[in-house]
């Protein structure tokens, strides 16, 4: 009688587990990315092109990076910088760029100039992964502005004023949140 109920029980196992399983077209599915590899912002603006970097979140995937200032002649990042990496190591890539080091020190870069710097990655399977990064050169410049004490309105944000502030006449001036200190000569 044992035998009977053991019995019964697998074949009613197996039913269950046949039962489960009616997909017949089983797919596969990756749970990581294999082309990972963006850098992050991938269109810089920057005031100075002496130290520029470049940073990138890769995939374990990722192997081998090169760069390459014209598209088509490539090269190591740690040739052109020696603190950069081949390689994506613990799913990062930085490489610092700078106009002090070829071919940026023998170009006229001037301001609103977009240089575009290409990297290509090996993943273990597949073809190169290409990225580029966009550097646009907006140097800061000064910017004077008179500040005028009169018996209208001002306003503003953050401006503080330290000395003497001369009084003319005037209409509206547009701002806020001004501090004077010191004399006002009227």
């Not at 044992?2 to 046949?18: H, Q, T």
């Not at 052109?80 to 700078?98: P, R």
């Not at 597949?126 to 009169?150: C, H, W």
Request: proline residues 4%; hydrophobic residues 35%.
């Amino acid at each position: 009688m044992k035998d009977k109920n053991v019995s019964k029980i697998n074949i009613l196992i197996v039913f269950f587990l046949l039962a489960g399983c009616t997909d017949t077209s089983p797919t596969v599915s990756v749970l990581r990315s294999i082309d990972g590899f963006n850098f992050s912002p991938s269109h810089i603006v920057t005031a100075s092109l002496n130290s520029v970097a470049a940073r990138a979140e890769c995939s374990s995937f990722v192997g081998q990076v090169q760069m390459s200032f014209d598209g088509t002649t490539w090269l190591n990042p740690s040739d052109y910088d020696s603190t950069a990496k081949n390689t994506c190591e613990n799913g990062k890539f930085e490489i610092i760029l700078s106009n002090s080091k070829a071919p940026w020190n023998s170009m006229s870069i001037v301001n609103g100039d977009t240089v575009s710097v290409k990297f290509r990655a090996q993943p273990r399977l597949g073809d190169y992964i290409y990225r580029t990064v966009n550097v646009k050169f907006v140097p800061s410049s000064p910017m004077s502005q008179e500040i005028l004490a009169g018996s209208q309105v001002q306003t503003g944000t953050g401006l503080q004023l330290h000395g003497r502030v001369r009084a003319q006449d005037q209409h509206v001036a547009a701002g806020g949140g001004f501090k004077v200190r010191g004399r006002i000569v009227q």
